[in-house]
């Protein structure tokens, strides 16, 4: 009788065991999955010829469809002669240049980045309170009015006035990923230098975004502001935030990521947001905080690098999915200046999210190979510069993508 009890009870906790190594086994493949559905898969390179007076490195890189052709809009503004050239993504050559002027009656000063309308029309921001549309011969089709004022980087004058009449410039680029957002002849940018140094009250006040009517030159904010992440105070040349941030447009959507947020902030109309966790598997819980402004900015960057951040987010289109760019630590060498931007070994990630803001996976890449802040989507899939100094492929006289698909894991 005795045996039979300890025996019955040795099936029960058998049973149990087993039960619980199932049930562990099942949430481990249930969280692999939602981590890892997919992964991106190298395919293959595409070069694009350039001269000596095209930079590979240019910070403008955009990809358009006309007439079901694909192009490449890549605007020369840092080394070289001032230009739009565009390229044919499918034969890989140069399709037609534009000239930029920064004198005469076609003049635009301080040129920053651009944006293609169309094959015969382009959006060109500056640094300047002004932006312009040219043709494709380089002349100025039109100037807007005055964007901001210099009572909008005080942040009293900027609230009592609610913003109206105060904006700051137009920078479209594709570094961060600042694309620009046209809808329906409505023009929508950027307001990051807008209202500093920001109370911790008016942080959730502080227009993200302005619009233009492109017709009429009408201008306002947005009510597409400032999430509750940022908190504290800014204390002019003392303490600052880094509120740096990456946005993508859906069609209907615009998502905006930040450097320290495991969230995305999403809206589709500037006016209601909300949160999205799209955070990479590889990071610890990211938040914003300010930094000390009065440290040398030198040692003040190497600390930063130790530390994860996201970089880029960008939308594919094609797929329907997101792209979020994640940095990994990176010690800079002793000697070379983070100033210089050329962290040529840092390892990123890339975390993808379905158009519901599911993350559903997340590839890691090596340093030394990819130049993880020129990059374009196609309808090929996802395309990465291979124009990384460290890289043993690497020629100045070509812009190089590797070319990436995501796939199911089995």
Not at 144 to 172: N, Q, V
Not at 258 to 279: G, L, M, N, P, Q
Not at 330 to 350: A, H, L, V
Request: hydrophobic share 35%; glycine share 4%.
């Amino acid at each position: 009788m005795r045996l039979f009890f300890y025996l019955t009870i040795m099936k029960h906790f058998f049973l149990i065991f087993l039960w619980g190594i199932l049930c562990c086994s099942c949430m481990d493949t249930l969280q692999n999955k939602f981590i890892s559905e997919v992964q991106l898969c190298a395919r293959d390179t595409i070069k694009f010829p350039i001269d000596e007076n095209t930079f590979y490195e240019s910070k403008v890189i955009f990809q358009f469809e006309e007439e079901g052709r694909e192009y490449l809009f890549f605007q020369n503004i840092d080394k070289g002669t001032p230009r739009i050239l565009l390229f044919d993504i499918e034969n890989t050559n140069i399709f037609k240049t534009i000239p930029l002027y920064y004198e005469g009656p076609n003049g635009i000063p301080a040129i920053w980045g651009g944006w293609p309308l169309n094959l015969k029309e382009f959006i060109i921001t500056t640094s300047t309170p002004n932006f312009y549309i040219i043709d494709d011969s380089g002349n100025i089709k039109f100037k807007s009015r005055r964007l901001y004022d210099k009572r909008a980087f005080r942040s009293e004058e900027f609230f009592k006035e609610h913003g109206l009449g105060a904006f700051c410039p137009t920078w479209i680029f594709s570094y961060l990923h600042n694309p620009a957002i046209i809808k329906d002849s409505l023009f929508y940018f950027p307001q990051s230098q807008i209202g500093y140094p920001r109370k911790k009250e008016t942080w959730t006040k502080s227009n993200m975004f302005a619009c233009v009517n492109l017709h009429t030159g009408e201008m306002w904010p947005t009510q597409f502001c400032y999430p509750s992440i940022f908190n504290k105070d800014e204390i002019t040349r003392m303490q600052s935030y880094s509120n740096d941030h990456s946005y993508a447009y859906t069609g209907k959507d615009v998502a905006v990521s930040f450097y320290k947020s495991d969230s995305i902030y999403v809206s589709s109309d500037f006016e209601h947001v909300k949160a999205y966790e799209a955070k990479s598997n590889f990071f610890p819980h990211l938040h914003p905080e300010p930094y000390d402004a009065r440290t040398d900015m030198d040692a003040r960057l190497r600390r930063e690098s130790l530390q994860p951040q996201y970089h880029s987010l960008l939308y594919d289109k094609y797929r329907r999915v997101f792209y979020r760019v994640a940095l990994h630590p990176y010690e800079w060498p002793k000697g070379k200046s983070p100033m210089s931007g050329d962290d040529f070994g840092r390892e990123f990630s890339i975390v993808i999210l379905n158009e519901k803001y599911e993350v559903i996976g997340e590839t890691r890449f090596p340093g030394h190979t990819y130049n993880y802040h020129l990059y374009f989507v196609g309808k090929k899939g996802l395309y990465i510069s291979l124009n990384n100094l460290d890289n043993p492929i690497f020629n100045e006289d070509e812009l190089m993508f590797q070319c990436f698909t995501f796939e199911d894991i089995k």
